[in-house]
């Protein structure tokens, strides 16, 4: 009789045997994945373990508080803040093209994560929560031809640069696997059933040029988004809810002026593993109210549209 708690158990012995009394560093992102990874290797070698948590200036809303609070203060692991966000955004400047802004994240993700682990003394393993699925798609794929459309930012290459082994104790189990070890592991429900979040974050969700301005228009139009999907009840049905703020300002009027402020998207869907996705399908009611919402609590945004393509032909990110 095969149960979640039994599989931790081993898992902890397997992590207590492979670390030894060395040291393990872990680029936690708040995603679900990294979340259990740490959780599970902290239970297993506690204070061994330095998480560092990259602020890249493209979070949302409380999002930096949430994590490092939580993982921090209520979990007592220790979390490295890396407050990157100008050198993130500097670099950004003037950049529009997709891939551009993932590589040139991913680069610096790279360079921040090694300069905050070289300043952890003997760290020897890096963490990762790579799943069954993420090493089934990098085995089949090897050495074809490449089919991913967009490079996803993780730290591919990274271990052996820096001479680190890695571990990966997530490597056996399915996404659903890793939420129940998470609730096992005393994870919050809330933090357990949270949308995924790209690597790159709201750059992506910023067509065009990213200006901190844009961003924080962004994350405010966000942030009542999330807050009406909350209020009805909606959230655990969709697979990612957000925002995109257009790189379009339209006309708009407000009391007895003119406004001309920017257009932004709210996007929905559902989906079982991100490869397809169905936008989803809101009341009239549930759109009306939110976006009157969004345009009295949110200076900046005077017009408000709903994005009902569905993936393919779609993606679910507008970059
Ligand atoms: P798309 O937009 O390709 O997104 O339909 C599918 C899923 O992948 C996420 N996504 C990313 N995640 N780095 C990431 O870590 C990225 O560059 C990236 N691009 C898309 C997206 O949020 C969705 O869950």
């Known amino acids: 009789d095969w149960t979640m708690g039994a599989y931790r158990d081993e898992a902890v012995a397997n992590i207590r045997k492979q670390i030894g009394d060395k040291r393990v560093i872990c680029a936690l992102s ?27 200036g493209l979070l949302r809303q409380g999002e930096a508080d949430e994590v490092v ?7 007592n692991l220790q979390v490295i803040h890396a407050q990157e966000q100008d050198l993130f ?18 680069r610096l993700f790279i360079d921040v994560f090694q300069k905050y682990a070289d300043q952890i003394d003997g760290a020897e393993f890096l963490a990762q929560g790579t799943l069954y699925p993420d090493v089934i798609e990098s085995v089949s794929f090897s050495g074809g031809p490449s089919v991913t ?25 399915f996404k659903d696997e890793v939420r129940d070890l998470g609730r096992e592991l005393g994870l919050p429900a809330h933090f357990i059933g949270r949308h995924p979040f790209p690597g790159p974050g709201l750059a992506i969700r910023c067509p065009g040029e990213i200006t901190r301005d844009k961003l924080d228009i962004l994350r405010k139009a966000d942030a009542v988004y999330i807050d009406q999907i909350r209020k009805h009840g909606l959230y655990d049905e969709i697979w990612q809810a957000f925002v995109a703020i257009l790189p379009v300002r339209t006309v708009g009027v407000m009391g007895d002026g003119r406004t001309y402020d920017y257009a932004c998207a709210l996007r929905a869907v559902t989906s079982v593993d991100g490869m397809t996705a169905d936008y989803y399908p809101f009341s009239h009611e549930f759109l009306g109210e939110t ?20 993936k393919p032909p779609g993606t679910i990110e507008w970059e």
């Not at 609070?69 to 979990?75: E, L």
């Open 30 to 56: 708040g995603g679900v994945d990294s979340s259990v990874a740490a959780a599970l290797i902290h239970e297993a070698v506690g204070d061994q373990l330095t998480c560092v948590f990259v602020d890249h």
């Open 89 to 106: 955004l500097d670099a950004l400047e003037g950049v529009s093209d997709p891939e551009t802004k993932r590589k040139t994240i991913g």
């Open 291 to 310: 976006a009157t919402r969004i345009i009295n609590e949110v200076k900046g945004i005077n017009r408000v549209t709903y994005d009902v393509t569905s």
């Open 149 to 173: 459309i967009k490079s996803h930012h993780n730290v591919g290459g990274l271990p052996e640069k820096m001479g680190l082994k890695l571990v990966e104790p997530l490597r056996e189990l």
């Open 69 to 75: 609070g939580m993982f921090r203060d209520h979990m």
